[in-house]
């Protein structure tokens, strides 16, 4: 599959008059030329095309490619199915599948609206880890039907990246998925974003000289991505760590929990933290900002002193980074314009990359925290204030985080070759 940045099919089509009013100049001599809009005119016929590896020249090729030479192939494969990941492109290609439901910062927008999303994601696959993969959106949000679903879609795939899906039925999407399929089934938005937390993290306490089990941390956010840094962050032995929802603090006390949010109690807040985040940052060594929610100037002059903020909401971060320098060691957001972005684009390509290279029947917690660990070792000998984490265009990032999964993956027992 090839996937191109520039669509040849735009060319010129702009001013052909499709009726949208989108992306089309006035080229008829009747008016004014209105300008174009790059997005769309980028857009226009999608962002990807599939391509042969295979020439196929004359009835020589023809017959080896297809029938009759393709039914000794398919035979081989009847007889030993796991010639599918050695004679098809199974073991190379990746399904992103969504339903709409959490796209980016645009909430439910449906299937149709979500894939220009979904092929960004598939073109990010293949440009930064050398990983085709194929966008899918599904005309539902039943978990059930979902699970159906992609279990049914799996034998023509080497893994799955769930993207945009709301929680908390995410959790149980990809939890139900793992325990029937064995291939990858990883949730981008989840796992992603807690691995490259995790790798900047780790990066920040390298720097000014401090150990991760002693900081207390606070998550804005209890959703699929706060849930995932709040383990992670655990399973790589954080001192503490509070996640907070809209209604203050997750713990045990409370009683309009959902299950993924009680699970929560189980293993965070040690220190018994109750009321709202402005009183769990009081002394708080560490901010993470996945909500969107601002939070105020006063409340992070309480945080302790060289303390860190990530704060990832976009487009406005939850602490402007002008606000958060003045307090803050080390910043980072989720935005290209400021330095130190916490991108998901330096973890799934290499994730998928590795998983792929060896056959895993799954992603662990431990090729995660590999992943991370690679990922901050990519600036070991670069490392300052603006950069505890490498650049999404670094060609040393996917390369290292694949081959610390791959090796993860052996290590765990999960890889096939």
């Known amino acids: 599959m090839a996937a191109e940045i520039v669509n040849p099919r735009t060319s010129g089509s702009e001013g052909t008059g499709s009726g949208d009013g989108l992306a089309h100049a006035d080229t008829d001599g009747d008016g004014p030329e209105s300008p174009v809009d790059p997005v769309f005119a980028l857009h226009r016929g999608g962002k990807m095309e599939m391509t042969a590896t295979v020439p196929v020249r004359d009835a020589d090729d023809l017959s080896m490619a297809y029938t009759p030479g393709v039914a000794r192939v398919c035979t081989a494969i009847a007889d030993r199915p796991e010639l599918v990941h050695d004679y098809t492109w199974t073991s190379q290609v990746v399904a992103v599948v969504t339903d709409g439901t959490a796209v980016l910062g645009l909430g439910d927008i449906g299937p149709q609206a979500s894939l220009p999303v979904m092929e960004g994601k598939a073109i990010l696959f293949k440009q930064f880890g050398g990983v085709d993969a194929v966008p899918i959106a599904l005309a539902t949000t039943d978990v059930d039907e979902i699970v159906e679903t992609v279990v049914r879609l799996a034998p023509s795939f080497g893994g799955v990246n769930l993207e945009d899906i709301s929680a ?62 709040a383990k992670i962050l655990v399973e790589a032995g954080i001192g503490d760590v509070a996640v907070t929802d809209r209604k203050g603090v997750v713990h045990a006390g409370r009683d309009d929990l959902n299950p993924s949010k009680r699970e929560l109690t189980a293993y965070t807040n040690k220190a018994g933290l109750s009321g709202t985040l402005e009183e769990a940052l009081a002394g708080a060594d560490v901010f993470i900002g996945v909500s969107g929610g601002m939070v105020s100037e006063e409340a992070v002059a309480t945080m302790a002193k060289g303390c860190f903020i990530f704060a990832m909401a976009n487009p406005t971060p939850e602490i402007h980074p002008d606000v958060a320098h003045k307090y803050a060691a080390v910043v980072a957001t989720g935005r290209s314009d ?37 990922l901050a070792a990519v600036v070991d000998g670069e490392l300052a204030a603006d950069c505890v984490i490498p650049s999404p265009f670094d060609d040393r990032v996917a390369p290292a985080v694949a081959a610390a999964v791959a090796a993860a993956a052996r290590a765990e027992g999960v890889a096939r070759r």
């Open 168 to 229: 908390p039925r995410c959790f149980e999407i990809e939890r139900r998925l793992q325990e029937r399929l064995d291939i990858p089934v990883f949730h981008d938005d989840q796992h992603g974003t807690a691995v490259v937390t995790l790798a900047a993290l780790r990066n920040a306490t390298r720097l000014t000289g401090r150990a991760l089990g002693e900081l207390r941390a606070v998550i804005s956010g209890a959703g699929a991505a706060g849930v995932a840094i």
């Open 338 to 374: 400021f330095p130190n972005q916490i991108n998901n684009v330096l973890a799934f390509p290499g994730i998928f990359s590795g998983a792929l290279q060896v056959r895993a029947s799954r992603i662990t917690e431990g090729m995660k925290i590999a992943a991370a660990e690679a």
